[in-house]
């Protein structure tokens, strides 16, 4: 079953164990969370995230980089997909271990992509072996998720906006 809630929703990160237990059927999960389009979200995004993984027993190696990824995603449909609060949204699904997290934002950042356009620049990037990055704020939407991840892929969403997303089996 797809669970959707709001962030606003969930209790303080410490206190939302039990509330996130109740999502989880037989090690599998599939849960969407909706939160405004503003940078101070990101802090309680990451802290339920990390609850979340550890319901899941994901190898405890992996919720570092499972967080940055989390940033770096959350973050780009911050700062490039989406006019400040606004409602983006993060979809994390877990089956037969395998964990897959979309980032939806709304297409209507300053600096919006389409689906076509990041696969034009992720094909860039691999032209240039990804050995560094030039981003002012970020550590490079490219360079940290391709080597960590066994699929990074991009949508257009029906609302017009940007889904990316990413995959691991563990």
Not at 18 to 26: M, T, V
Not at 83 to 97: D, F
Request: proline residues 2%; hydrophobic residues 35%; glycine residues 6%.
């Amino acid at each position: 079953m797809d669970y959707h809630i709001l962030l606003s929703d969930i209790a303080t990160p410490n206190d939302c164990a039990h509330q996130l237990q109740a999502y989880i059927h037989d090690a599998e999960v599939s849960l969407t969370i909706s939160y405004t389009s503003q940078f101070e979200n990101a802090k309680k995004l990451r802290e339920i995230c990390n609850t979340l993984f550890n319901l899941l027993n994901i190898p405890s190696a992996w919720k570092p980089r499972l967080t940055l990824i989390i940033d770096e995603l959350n973050n780009n449909a911050i700062e490039y997909g989406s006019a400040t609060g606004e409602e983006n949204t993060i979809s994390l699904s877990y089956r037969e271990h395998e964990l897959t997290i979309e980032v939806t934002d709304t297409g209507h950042g300053t600096k919006h992509k389409t689906a076509k356009q990041m696969e034009e620049l992720e094909e860039a990037n691999k032209n240039k072996n990804f050995t560094e990055h030039h981003s002012i704020r970020g550590r490079g939407l490219f360079l940290i998720i391709i080597k960590l991840v066994d699929r990074l892929y991009f949508k257009d969403s029906a609302s017009g906006g940007l889904i990316v997303g990413i995959t691991k089996k563990f």
